[in-house]
């Protein structure tokens, strides 16, 4: 800072400069040169660009000629062809109040019912919305929101019966240093990351696919255990051969957007790890085929080549997956706080809680109900819009591996 700028005070004079127009190289460049010979300090910068047009606003402290720095301002602006206002205040800008949360809005298509119902529910709160920027625009159109003065539990619980009501999926996190950490993404496998169940694909090779299939559905309603339920079906497939297990392999759909998760956050040194009540004889070879750091899951008995209709060692069930996913996070060194867990039923929901982040995948609706946030959407790769991720990112960093 020049020694002839005065330290800004609270009381201090400030004036804001603020140019719309069409956004064009060099905008910024040409004001601050505008400015440079009047020895001010620039206190505050904000820049957006919506479709085109750009709104940039600077904050500085006040010259000891106002009238010169005005009209060298006006007179850049009428070069670039674009509208200016000059503001009189004093200080900074007002601090940020405290309670401040990160909120992830996904819409297919987002209305402005939406918005109007969120963003109302958020002043009703005591909150207000600092920023606004536009993460995606497909598959989904995703905008992270940044609050302040709310509390960030009460704003969860607001914002979801609101998102519910409009047909959205919204997420709240508490904004602070810990967001910067690194993170462990823990995911479920069946109907999650993969379309379909494991289990009922290999009951097509039994024959008894619908008998699996009515269990399954039970288990993931919550009806019934899920031990007893995993049971139940195992034994159905006594005596299917073990290359069964090459084909329904081989016949895996991931969901879409999955390889582009798993990818982009790897790059960002996110790490992975597979909680699933499925099959080892699945998971390791999906783990090893997508680069995941940790995995759980049951294990088929084979006898001869074939299944037996049993499960080796004990059942990972609901309380297994949140162990799992306290134990891959004591491994890798990072706080349950920077955990995402993601699931889609019943035997998720330990799990779910357990994360920093739980996220309910296209789930039943009891599951929906009790998980922190969802995402209602056929797209996996939207789970990083809630982390703050854009769409443009992931696109940059994909485009940077290819050279």
Request: glycine share 8%; proline share 3%; net charge negative.
């Given at each position: 800072?020049?020694?002839?700028?005065?330290?800004?005070?609270?009381?201090?004079?400030?004036?804001?400069?603020?140019?719309?127009?069409?956004?064009?190289?060099?905008?910024?460049?040409?004001?601050?040169?505008?400015?440079?010979?009047?020895?001010?300090?620039?206190?505050?910068?904000?820049?957006?660009?919506?479709?085109?047009?750009?709104?940039?606003?600077?904050?500085?402290?006040?010259?000891?000629d106002v009238d010169a720095l005005e009209?060298?301002?006006?007179?850049?602006?009428?070069?670039?062809?674009?509208?200016?206002?000059?503001?009189?205040?004093?200080?900074?800008?007002?601090?940020?109040?405290?309670?401040?949360?990160?909120?992830?809005?996904?819409?297919?298509?987002?209305?402005?019912?939406?918005?109007?119902?969120?963003?109302?529910?958020?002043?009703?709160?005591?909150?207000?919305?600092?920023?606004?920027?536009?993460?995606?625009?497909?598959?989904?159109?995703?905008?992270?929101?940044?609050?302040?003065?709310?509390?960030?539990?009460?704003?969860?619980?607001?914002?979801?019966?609101?998102?519910?009501?409009?047909?959205?999926?919204?997420?709240?996190?508490?904004?602070?240093?810990?967001?910067?950490?690194?993170?462990?993404?823990?995911?479920?496998?069946?109907?999650?990351?993969i379309q379909g169940e494991v289990i009922?694909?290999?009951?097509?090779?039994?024959?008894?696919?619908?008998?699996?299939?009515?269990?399954?559905?039970?288990?993931?309603?919550?009806?019934?255990?899920?031990?007893?339920?995993?049971?139940?079906?195992?034994?159905?497939?006594?005596?299917?051969?073990?290359?069964?297990?090459?084909?329904?392999?081989?016949?895996?759909?991931?969901?879409?957007?999955?390889?582009?998760?798993?990818?982009?956050?790897?790059?960002?040194?996110?790490?992975?790890?597979?909680?699933?009540?499925?099959?080892?004889?699945?998971?390791?070879?999906?783990?090893?085929?997508?680069?995941?750091?940790?995995?759980?899951?049951?294990?088929?008995?084979?006898?001869?080549?074939?299944?037996?209709?049993?499960?080796?060692?004990?059942?990972?069930?609901?309380?297994?997956?949140?162990?799992?996913?306290?134990?891959?996070?004591?491994?890798?060194?990072?706080?349950?706080?920077?955990?995402?867990?993601?699931?889609?039923?019943?035997?998720?929901?330990?799990?779910?809680?357990?994360?920093?982040?739980?996220?309910?995948?296209?789930?039943?609706?009891?599951?929906?109900?009790?998980?922190?946030?969802?995402?209602?959407?056929?797209?996996?790769?939207?789970?990083?819009?809630?982390?703050?991720?854009?769409?443009?990112?992931?696109?940059?960093?994909?485009?940077?591996?290819?050279?």
């Amino acid at each position: 800072m020049s020694a002839h700028v005065p330290a800004l005070h609270l009381t201090s004079p400030t004036l804001l400069l603020t140019l719309t127009g069409p956004d064009r190289s060099g905008v910024s460049t040409r004001l601050f040169a505008s400015l440079e010979p009047f020895e001010v300090e620039v206190v505050d910068v904000e820049q957006l660009v919506v479709r085109g047009r750009l709104v940039l606003s600077v904050l500085v402290s006040l010259p000891e000629d106002v009238d010169a720095l005005e009209a060298a301002v006006r007179a850049t602006a009428t070069e670039l062809g674009m509208e200016v206002e000059v503001e009189h205040g004093v200080g900074d800008n007002r601090p940020r109040r405290v309670g401040r949360s990160q909120v992830t809005l996904l819409g297919h298509p987002l209305r402005p019912a939406a918005m109007t119902a969120l963003t109302s529910r958020i002043k009703a709160a005591g909150g207000n919305i600092d920023r606004i920027l536009r993460l995606a625009r497909y598959p989904v159109t995703a905008l992270r929101l940044e609050v302040s003065g709310a509390d960030p539990d009460v704003l969860q619980v607001e914002l979801a019966a609101a998102a519910f009501e409009h047909g959205v999926d919204v997420a709240v996190e508490e904004r602070g240093i810990l967001r910067h950490a690194q993170r462990l993404v823990v995911m479920d496998v069946d109907s999650t990351l993969i379309q379909g169940e494991v289990i009922e694909m290999l009951a097509e090779h039994a024959g008894c696919a619908d008998e699996v299939a009515a269990v399954t559905e039970s288990a993931m309603r919550g009806e019934i255990d899920f031990e007893e339920s995993l049971r139940q079906r195992v034994a159905r497939l006594e005596g299917v051969p073990a290359s069964a297990l090459d084909d329904v392999y081989a016949a895996l759909e991931y969901t879409p957007g999955a390889r582009t998760m798993v990818r982009s956050l790897k790059r960002l040194g996110y790490r992975f790890a597979l909680v699933s009540g499925g099959f080892t004889q699945i998971i390791e070879r999906i783990a090893a085929d997508l680069g995941i750091d940790y995995w759980a899951a049951n294990e088929l008995e084979l006898v001869d080549g074939r299944l037996t209709g049993g499960v080796v060692g004990a059942v990972v069930d609901r309380a297994g997956k949140a162990e799992a996913l306290r134990r891959f996070a004591a491994e890798a060194r990072i706080g349950l706080k920077n955990t995402v867990a993601v699931g889609d039923w019943a035997n998720d929901l330990d799990m779910l809680a357990a994360a920093g982040l739980g996220i309910a995948f296209n789930a039943k609706p009891m599951v929906r109900d009790q998980a922190q946030t969802s995402v209602n959407v056929p797209y996996l790769d939207s789970v990083m819009y809630l982390l703050g991720i854009t769409r443009e990112e992931v696109e940059a960093a994909d485009a940077a591996e290819e050279e």
